[in-house]
């Protein structure tokens, strides 16, 4: 028997890889013979880094960089082989700013771009980007200002930096690039579908949770729209509908314009890199879960992501969770063929989120899962 495990961590309580180390064990005590592996599981958002670093066995690094509001911080990247894996957030992220400094006219990418900077210098050539949780509005173009692009303003100096000096971009000058950028590639983890501008875009719909008012969200919708139509006159790129482009205040738009980014959906990217396709070949059983299974995680959260493999695999696929609802039937037609939830029994909130206490309990409804399936077979 084959059994590939892919389970999303119980957040606050077990990470993914403990998750799966806890069921493979269950599996074991019905199945000693069975051929079972782990595979690190995450959707792109936070804690994707870990997890790929340390499913993968990879490295942290850290690194100084320029902060979401122009000040000196140092934040933490993985790198496995010549893949760097990195989150926007731990350089340019909203929580970095307090709320009374949130002004994302003045917010910059800039420590996105250090951050890959970095990167290429230690030879890593392919990049998967999170950019869910920006304090920024700039388009990305402090991510490519330190990158080496320089931004010209009417009178041919270079702009300053964060979102509000969009508006004075009137030419592009990209002689500057760091050269080795142009053998890398950049998936980009994105779940939204916005466009750079307009009722959808980026500064309209999550302007004002970055500290914009009216007049700000305003200035810098038309400041985006005037940066895209430079950006297409010089360079040709003309993406600033393309789905996701909004992203993270128009980050995504600066990697797919300027960088060749492409966007995908963060679990598609994750089980990607950690090759599920490969690994799911002639699995009898997939196990996958999360800490809550719901209908949310019907909507391409990331055990719905693995089902949807496992079913091209030819595999039946068990999803546990910590708590399952009402509604997580919706989960069956996505392809999880059957939910258990691994309580066993009345307990508060904060035994059931205990480390030791969950780990024993997925252990456990695994193996009765497992006897059942192997009194069946017998």
Do not use: W
């Not at 606050?12 to 199945?31: I, N, P, R, T």
């Not at 983890?189 to 999550?206: H, M």
């Not at 196990?287 to 719905?304: C, F, L, N, V, W």
């Amino acid at each position: 028997m084959k059994v590939v495990i892919a389970i999303d961590s119980f957040k606050g309580s077990v990470s993914s890889l403990e998750a799966g180390e806890a069921a493979k064990a269950g599996v074991l005590d019905a199945y000693p013979e069975a051929d079972v592996s782990i595979m690190p599981l995450a959707d792109g958002g936070e804690g994707t880094v870990e997890t790929l670093v340390y499913g993968l066995g990879g490295e942290l690094v850290r690194v100084d960089v320029t902060g979401p509001m122009g000040e000196k911080r140092s934040c933490v990247y993985g790198i496995v082989g010549s893949m760097a894996v990195m989150e926007m957030a731990a350089s340019s992220g909203l929580p970095l700013v307090p709320m009374d400094k949130r002004d994302p006219m003045l917010a910059t990418t800039y420590g996105v771009g250090d951050m890959i900077k970095d990167a290429v210098k230690r030879g890593c050539r392919e990049f998967i980007v999170g950019i869910g949780g920006s304090a920024t509005n700039d388009g990305g173009m402090g991510m490519l200002q330190s990158l080496g692009v320089k931004f010209l303003d009417k009178d041919g100096k270079e702009t300053g930096i964060g979102g509000k000096y969009l508006a004075d971009v009137a030419d592009v000058d990209m002689s500057g690039l760091m050269p080795e950028l142009k053998d890398c590639v950049f998936n980009i983890a994105c779940d939204v579908d916005n466009p750079l501008c307009g009722e959808r875009g980026a500064s309209r719909i999550f302007g004002p949770q970055k500290g914009a008012t009216e007049e700000k969200v305003i200035f810098l919708d038309s400041a985006l729209r005037s940066f895209s139509e430079v950006t297409k006159k010089k360079l040709g790129a003309d993406c600033a509908e393309t789905p996701g482009s909004g992203a993270a205040g128009g980050l995504g738009y600066g990697f797919m314009a300027y960088l060749g980014g492409e966007l995908k959906p963060g679990v598609e990217i994750v089980l990607d890199a950690i090759g599920m396709d490969k690994a799911m070949e002639g699995a009898d059983f997939v196990i996958t879960g999360e800490g809550r299974i719901d209908s949310q995680t019907a909507m391409g959260k990331a055990p719905a992501g693995v089902a949807k493999r496992a079913k091209k695999a030819g595999a039946i696929v068990i999803g546990v969770a910590g708590c399952v609802t009402d509604d997580a039937f919706l989960c069956n037609s996505e392809g999880i063929d059957a939910i258990f939830p691994v309580i066993d029994k009345a307990m508060t909130l904060e035994e059931a989120m205990d480390r030791d206490v969950t780990v024993k309990n997925i252990k456990k409804e695994v193996t009765q899962i497992f006897r059942l399936i192997k009194a069946h077979s017998a």
